[in-house]
């Protein structure tokens, strides 16, 4: 059973993915049904982070499988409201590199 | 299908005939000559025919058999269908031998298929019953050993016990005492598996009664070996040593019961102070003599089992005491248990089966320089739990962790990395460890040292060794897709904690999480 539901909402011509829960190996089939129905236009791409209460290892391997999705794509990601924790490990893992960094307010 | 066998008025003789009656089965011992002629013979065999000086043969003739119709499955003798006479008197026809011929063949494999089925279901039913009483065993010896370790101000206490695959009858315990006296156990009870269990339970209970009631370890030990003398099955004894520690002045009075000597290092040089005593269990009305030694700051006292001395190198030579010396002495005194797993795995090498159970009891008092908080959690472990190696259930065991950590003095800034730290190091020990095998369990314990915590991480290692490798993990590599997306836990794990140690021996994977503290000296 995923912990994560991921929605998927447009605005400003992006595409906003809107994470609830938590992001481990059981976060793979919601998340890559989440980006294929925000990618499908080819729009650019925000994760709202603001809702995730847990990350791990397998859930990091799963969102580095969809920045390489995106590389592929030419899709730009953001991430939005990422707590300070998590920034932490998005930093030292790098995919903060990858991600324009972003807040909701 | 069913035989149903009707006795009716018909089957009854009709007069002048024989009677019909089941001859007598014969048991023919392995290696009678009769087997080799029966094993190689084509069909049906006529007793008379065969000339050979055989026991077998002369009981067959005795219980009337006539007939021999050898049952071979796979050119392999497994039975023999004996018939007498024939109710007619007339000799066995052509007709009938051919026909009991091919009953022979069609009945022979039916009855391999149904011997190798009983022999499976034996052994089955006689490896779940090793496998309950190994489990029986591992619960009581489990249920027994304390969890919490509490030292005393001043003093830093580290048990550590490592079951042999077939449980052993070590024990080890610290008992409060009063006045503020810490009571310290260690034994081994000799056997294995459940009757050592249960005498190492019994063993302790009594122990337990007995040291709240008596202050001299020496007439503890009379009181214990008197009251199990009694109950302890034949050729059954426990070793034991007993010590009663009061840490304001560091006297540590013991005695002991033909346990191995207590090991003291005091600035490098150790010391090993005797007390005799017969085993517990042996003899009735044994006394023990009472030895007294003080323990100055720094010092450390270590008792320990048979498996330490008794562990061999891959050309059979044993440690020995003077080995256990040696690395006793080589430590520089901090974490002596950590130090002699080290010295141990060098010595036996990574192939090395453990043979016996292995404890180790160390009290270490402090020198008094550093800072000693009152936290009663200090220097002891403030947490030991176990954890089914269920998929995606690491969270659980990282917040338990970083609930008690918080208690021991983790800042709350710190609460989130210890977490994602533990979580990792679980979720590989799960995985890597022990292959996701639900009823092998990872072992967490946390302990709290001055100025440090230390989440301890262990598996039995039954899937391999977790991996070891902290180098960053190649971001683009995984990107482009060259390297595979996974393979961040360790990473993550080294840069969420001040430092973390893993290590790997023939029980397991050992991955030791540490965070400075900064001691606030209010």
Redesign the interface.
Known sequence: MP?LTATVEHADGRALIVLDG?V???ASEPLRAAWAEATVDGQDVVIDFGKMT?????G???L??L??DA?VNGVAVAARDLDD?FR??FE????A??MEMETSS | MKWRRRRTDEDSPSPGRPSPRVVDPVDIPEGDPALAVFASASGPVDLDEIDLESPALERMREAGVQLVVPLVAQGELIGLLNLGHRLSEQPYSTDDRRLLASLASQAAPALRVAQLVREQEQEARQRERVEAELRVATLIQQNFLPRDVQAPTGWQIDAFYRPAREVGGDFYDVLDLPDGRVGLVVGDVTDKGVPAALVMASTRSVLRAAAQRIMDPGKVLERVNDQLVPDIPDAMFATCLYGVLDPTDGTFRFANAGHNLPSILVDGEVTEPRATGMPLGMLPGSSYEEVEVTIPPGGTVLLYSDALPEAHDSDGRMLGFAGVRDAVSSSDGQDLVGHLLRRLEAFTGPDWEQEDDLTFVVMQRSTGREHVSDDPGGGSVVLRIEAPSIPDTERQVAEQVVEAASAAGLPDDQRRRLETAVAEAVMNAMEHGNGFQEDVPVRVAVRRDPGALTVTVEDAGLAGAVPTDVDRPDLEAKIRGEQPTRGWGLFLAESMVDEVRTSHDPSGNTTELIVRLEEDDA
Request: charged content about 20%; proline content about 0%.
């Open positions: 912990d938590e481990n190996r059981t847990y990350l791990n290892s397998s990091i391997a799963v580095v499988g920045l390489a590389r924790h932490h490990v030292i893992t790098r995919i590199d990858l």
